[in-house]
């Protein structure tokens, strides 16, 4: 399966922006999907997972309340709706497919390309 992640950019601190997954190759409904970012001389780290059909999802205590996955598999996409967004959340964000879900990022094998999100204060 190939992934591109989209729809990142920039936006002032407490605004809202919706990160989109898009598969293609294979049905995303076959997969358990992940978002991960990543800043310069940081490891890349968890934020949200989604289990294939959708009905179990697990959040980074960074932002749980704040931030939303959902799937559409008729679409062939997942998606991150981040709200209330701090500078803190600047980061280039990742999604990622694997067979089970996981906050791991060593588990998933197939990953986008990355989305630049930038937060100003």
């Known amino acids: 399966v190939q992934l591109q992640a989209f729809g990142g950019g920039w936006v002032q601190a407490g605004g809202s922006l919706r990160l989109s997954c898009a598969a293609s190759?294979?049905?995303?409904?076959?997969?358990?999907v992940g978002w991960f970012r990543q800043v310069p001389g940081k490891e890349r780290e968890f934020v949200a997972r989604?289990?294939?059909?959708?009905?179990?999802?697990s959040y980074a205590d960074s932002v749980k309340g704040r931030f939303t996955i959902s799937r559409d598999n008729a679409k062939n996409t997942v998606y991150l709706q981040m709200n209330s967004l701090e500078p803190e959340d600047t980061a280039v964000y990742y999604c990622?497919?694997?067979?089970?879900?996981?906050?791991?990022?060593?588990?998933?094998?197939?990953w986008g390309q990355g989305t630049q999100v930038t937060v100003s204060s």
């Open positions: 190759g294979r049905t995303i409904s076959s997969y358990a």
């Open positions: 990622a497919a694997d067979s089970t879900p996981s906050t791991t990022r060593s588990t998933y094998d197939y």
């Open positions: 989604i289990s294939r059909r959708g009905g179990s999802t």
